[in-house]
């Protein structure tokens, strides 16, 4: 019954800013992994970034790391990823998901993660 729903996604200019959320119910917002993850169209899903339970670990795809930030709220059970200087190859929709089974390290491979959220669209226009 596990549950993740992605907002703040839309349409911005290249350059703008995005803080997409991700809200998790129906079960336990602790000792786990939040991965965000994009697919545009016609490609694979790839990993964007992701964070452990307690924070004090984050991982970044090197197409972004300069740009955007990955945070949690444990108490709001919500992980944001923070999008700055967007660029129009950061058109994709913008999946966040759980991995109940990692801790201390953040996996970027997406077979990994438990559960997955239905997807939030960002587009980037120049």
């Known amino acids: 019954q596990v549950q993740l729903v992605e907002s703040g996604g839309g349409l911005v200019q290249a350059g703008d800013s995005l803080r997409l959320s991700c809200a998790v119910s129906g079960g336990t917002f602790s000792r786990n992994c939040m991965g965000w993850f994009r697919q545009a169209h016609g490609k694979e899903r790839e990993f964007v970034a992701g964070?452990?339970?307690?924070?004090?670990?984050?991982l970044y795809a090197d197409s972004v790391k300069d740009r955007f930030t990955v945070s949690r709220d444990n108490a709001k059970n919500t992980v944001y990823l923070q999008m700055n200087n967007l660029k129009p190859e950061d058109k994709a929709v913008y999946y966040c998901a759980v991995d109940f089974g990692s801790d201390t390290r953040v996996p970027m491979n997406s077979g990994t993660y438990d559960y997955w959220g239905q997807g939030t669209q960002v587009t980037v226009s120049s």
């Open positions: 964070i452990t339970w307690s924070g004090s670990s984050a």
